[in-house]
């Protein structure tokens, strides 16, 4: 799919087919479809099919960047049915051009996206071309290289997404921790300002990382520590993602009950948005640093399976009380944010599916946001609220602490309350926070949006590539503010 901004008149554009964008109910604007509106009682809701004059007319319920998404979505969806190559459309103008033509171009490439790899039949949508004309634009802050600026912004964030989807939709028979480590290689490979190395069982032992060995080890398929990084000539910051890689979660012994275990492929959604964010940071050439570390592991069970009543000295020698195998993400997330806070970040960002109890909490739709810098949570808050995805901050209590404790090691891997289960596996996360980093850290729990079995919004069934939009969004922040 390829976007052109044009300067003509919309009339003077040539195309296939032309999408009109009804924002006043009534209808005023298009006088000479009256009949048209009548005939088919259109009221400017929905979207209304002009075979005979080559139009469709499409509710713009706001000027709001979702509102332009999702407009920008339901053209494509209706037009995908057609066979015709081009499009044509008055552009669409709100607070800011740059994120209004992100936003259209980011509701057009997420309905052209699909996971068909296994079905027989793959059907293919033969739109190529979509021309904005941007003439007809009154608006007094209007620049064309705005215009572009957000074209292409929007094209590599949803593209980054869509990459993210891909590996998160991927069946655990295929995508093991030796195949997510090929995937990093490759991404690094592809783009010359991205490195990255794998390590294997040995380097975890040698970094005393048993807590994600432990994990591990019931597992056919051995655990990958995946560090990408990404440095621009100017960096202002250095930005450290940690992942939570689990290319499938059985639960361990503490088996999930089969209802449960569905869907667990997209337990390693946390490490696919770090290589969609990565991927996307060095397309934009951000003035930053950037690393990403990945903890990628199977969780498994077997004769040799890590066990309830183990204790575990992770590798920042904080002892583990194992009291449920299937609390396994905060287990990996110990070790590999231990490792990242060794590369002196100046903001440490965790991205996990970590919890039932957070999607319990929050729907399907909402991400949570944790950790010990309001401010730091409530700027992240505001960055993610542009970008399209939804988040809901949680805040830490001195009290929680007291629901981790162990009898016999230094901390529980599960609470010994039944409530508040999402703020409990972050209260667990914060126990490896160093002092000097306790400021600088943010967990998200993507566990609702990251997998949602039935389409919503622009976001089709299955994985959704939570956290890309949002962290790339909020870099974007970071770096205007440094300005
Ligand atoms: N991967 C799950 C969390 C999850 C559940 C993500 C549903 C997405 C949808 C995680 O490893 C897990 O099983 N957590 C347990 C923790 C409990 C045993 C303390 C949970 O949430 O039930
Ligand atoms: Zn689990
Ligand atoms: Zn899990």
């Not at 069970?301 to 905060?330: F, H, M, Q, W």
């Not at 490896?432 to 600088?440: L, Q």
Request: glycine fraction near 6%.
């Amino acid at each position: 799919m390829k976007f052109e901004l044009n300067d003509k008149k919309i009339n003077e554009l040539k195309a296939d087919f032309e999408v009109l964008f009804v924002q006043d109910k009534n209808l005023k604007n298009f006088k000479e479809s009256k009949a048209l509106f009548e005939l088919a009682k259109y009221k400017g809701e929905g979207n209304l099919l002009d075979l005979a004059n080559k139009r469709l007319f499409v509710e713009l319920k706001g000027l709001d960047y979702e509102s332009i998404r999702l407009a920008s979505f339901n053209a494509y969806k209706e037009l995908e049915k057609l066979d015709i190559k081009s499009l044509k459309m008055k552009a669409i103008v709100g607070d800011c051009v740059v994120r209004s033509f992100a936003a259209l171009a980011e509701g057009m490439i997420f309905a052209n996206y699909k996971f068909d790899k296994y079905k027989s039949e793959k059907k293919t949508s033969s739109l190529e071309k979509i021309i904005i004309s941007s003439e007809e634009i009154n608006s007094k802050n209007f620049s064309k290289e705005e215009a572009l600026i957000g074209l292409e912004r929007g094209e590599i964030l949803a593209n980054a997404t869509n990459f993210t989807k891909d590996i998160v939709n991927e069946i655990p028979e295929n995508y093991t921790p030796l195949k997510m480590a090929e995937d990093a290689l490759k991404l690094a490979k592809e783009n010359k300002n991205i490195k990255c190395e794998v390590y294997d069982e040995k380097f975890l032992k040698k970094e005393k990382m048993n807590a994600f060995l432990a994990v591990n080890r019931a597992s056919a398929h051995p655990p990958r520590l995946i560090h990408l990084s990404y440095k621009a000539k100017n960096s202002k910051q250095k930005i450290v993602f940690v992942g939570k890689g689990l290319t499938y979660d059985s639960g361990g012994l503490s088996l999930k009950p089969a209802d449960y275990m569905l869907t667990m492929k997209a337990d390693k959604s946390g490490a696919s948005a770090a290589m969609g964010i990565i991927k996307a940071v060095a397309e934009l050439n951000l003035e930053l640093e950037v690393h990403c570390i990945l903890g990628a592991t199977e969780n498994m069970i077997g004769g040799n399976a890590y066990k309830p009543d183990d204790v575990l000295i992770s590798r920042e020698g904080v002892s583990i009380e194992v009291r449920n195998t299937d609390a396994e993400g905060r287990l990996v997330l110990a070790d590999c944010l231990s490792y990242a806070q060794d590369l002196k970040p100046d903001l440490l960002i965790d991205m996990a599916t970590l919890t039932g109890a957070c999607v319990v909490g929050l729907g399907e739709y909402t991400s949570a946001i944790m950790g010990n810098n309001e401010n730091l949570q409530n700027s992240f808050y505001e960055a993610s609220k542009k970008s399209g995805e939804y988040t809901c901050v949680l805040h830490f209590n001195p009290y929680l602490k007291e629901l981790v404790k162990s009898n016999i090691a230094d901390i529980s891997n599960t609470s010994s309350s039944r409530y508040g289960g999402a703020l409990t596996a972050g209260i667990f996360l914060d126990k490896f926070i160093r002092k000097d980093y306790k400021d600088k850290w943010l967990h998200l729990d993507i566990a609702g949006p990251a997998y949602v079995e039935k389409a919503w919004g622009y976001t089709s069934f299955g994985a959704g590539g939570a956290g890309v939009r949002m962290c790339v969004n909020y870099l974007i922040e970071i770096l205007k503010r440094a300005k």
